[in-house]
């Protein structure tokens, strides 16, 4: 019988937000562990993907320190190498963690400390939000043009397709181009 907790993997799509520890949220921010358990895990009655964003609050809510930040993003590159992951690329919306005053580099900088603690090679994918301004996104782009090699690989688009189309963002992507920063984009999982 083969062990898949030995087995090396590679994780090329996974979200930062969406891997906190419920049991890490709840000490955290100090509720109860059935109820961040409830509000983080998606459940067989998730109606769509917009439903299913619902379950990012109580992570944004928690990421707004450097501390935070780097707590979860150690426990994360913790829970990978026990799962025999050997490489993964996180993504992440740094805009979503800057509301209690952090800045976007601080961001960045903050989760590249905490997946520095494990021996796991990472690399970080920034999210553009649909939705966003387009100078908010600017932004990301820029930030991530200053961490290209520095462990960030690329740029994301997220956020609801379905109200939000891909080619109201075309500027984005060859303002991204432009500055030769590869991207990728949540697409057809809503909308077409």
Known sequence: MLNYKKMPKVELHLHLDGSVRPETAAKLLGIDIAEARKNMIADDKCLDLNDYWT?????????????????????LAADLEEDGVIYA???????????????LDEVVESVLKGLAKK???????????????????????????????????????????????TIDYKNLFAYAKGKNIPFTIHAGEADG
């Open 119 to 165: 021996s796991l090679k990472t690399n970080l994918i920034l999210c553009m939000m649909r939705g966003d301004k387009e100078e908010d996104n600017i932004k990301v782009v820029d930030l991530a043009e200053r961490f290209l090699n520095r462990g960030v690989v690329a740029l994301d688009l997220a956020g609801a397709e379905s109200i939000y189309k």
């Open 55 to 75: 379950k990012f609050f109580i992570p944004g809510e928690v990421m707004q320190t450097k501390k935070n930040l780097e707590l979860i993003s150690e426990e």
């Open 89 to 103: 690329e996180i993504r992440f919306a740094p805009l979503k963690h800057v509301f209690k005053g952090l800045s």
